[in-house]
Nanobody, 121 residues
């Protein structure tokens, strides 16, 4: 089993900042890509950004220049620094890890439970 625990969501005014964290535990040999997704009410879950094991990042156009993804491999943790937040950033944010559970294989697509981010105008 692999568990992801998210933290850092909350209520913030437009223009403010929040930092989300997501830590993995359990049966983990290696974590490849880590990512953040979000889902607003009535909408599909969409990619916010991802970071590879080598640190290469990609972001949705809507958050480029405002959000930054980073990772701490020693802690099996990914972070999402969100600056200049807008009301349209309001959503439930989910972390997602590509986990290799055994040295010989056994890939697992792990998801966090979601954390609410609300940006007031």
């Amino acid at each position: 089993q692999v568990q992801l625990v998210e933290s850092g969501g909350g209520l913030v005014q437009a223009g403010g900042s929040l930092r989300l964290s997501c830590a993995a535990s359990g049966s983990i040999f290696r974590i490849d890509a880590m990512g953040w997704y979000r889902q607003a009410p009535g909408n599909q879950r969409v990619l916010v950004g991802r970071i590879t094991s080598s640190g290469r990042t990609n972001y949705a156009d809507s958050v480029k220049g405002r959000f930054t993804i980073s990772r701490d491999n020693a802690k099996n943790t990914v972070y999402l620094q969100m600056n200049s937040l807008k009301p349209e950033d309001t959503a439930v944010y989910y972390c997602n890890f590509d986990v290799l559970r055994r040295w010989y294989g056994d890939k697992y697509d792990a998801w966090g439970q979601g954390t609410q981010v609300t940006v007031s105008s």
